[in-house]
């Protein structure tokens, strides 16, 4: 657990959003068990649009070093937006929340803030074989830039699921996109 946040009693609040079947839900439970294996206490949930596939559906996680008291996110302190729609509701509300979202997807229409980063996630997937693991390319890199769980957790995590070939795709996502925010905002 990072000491900085077991000292502080703040919590984490983290929303995953875009369209029903880009898998939200999943990424979701990936971060909650991630932060459960570093030592935090974690809430998750998750919303659905009236359509399974295709309409807003969102998954949040609250990470606290404490017990969690109420279970709902009300100010998110990290965003992962997968869709313009994720991306506009959450960039003009949330302006000191870090903004990650897949500049392959979503078009910023208005004045970039400083916490947002576009990273090129379904390219990346596509061009190596990747199919729809660009959702853990940006769950790896949310990780790293706005959550007190390291991203290697997540990794530790993937290896430990077993050696089949999406979950071999899924950890292979979760190093690119550490590269991908290592080398810096919208390679491409």
Known sequence: ?????????????????????????????????????????????????VASRGGFSKSEVIIASHPIAYPMVMNPSAVLALTDEAFGQYAKTNT????LYDS????PPFEASENWIGLPFERE?????????FNV????ALMAV????SSNTLIDLLSKKGDTPNNRRNLQAAHRGLELLACGEDEG
Do not use: I, N
């Open 104 to 107: 392959d997807r979503v078009s």
């Open 1 to 49: 657990m990072d000491k900085r946040w077991a000292r502080s009693g703040e919590r984490c609040e983290v929303v995953l959003a875009g369209s029903g079947g880009q898998g939200l839900v999943f990424l979701g439970q990936l971060l909650a068990e991630s932060a459960l294996d570093a030592g935090f206490h974690v809430v998750q949930t998750q919303s659905y649009g």
């Open 137 to 140: 390319m940006g769950l790896s």
């Open 96 to 99: 000191k929340a870090v903004l």
């Open 146 to 149: 706005g959550t007190p769980v």
């Open 125 to 133: 997937a596509s061009r190596l074989g990747l199919g729809a693991s």
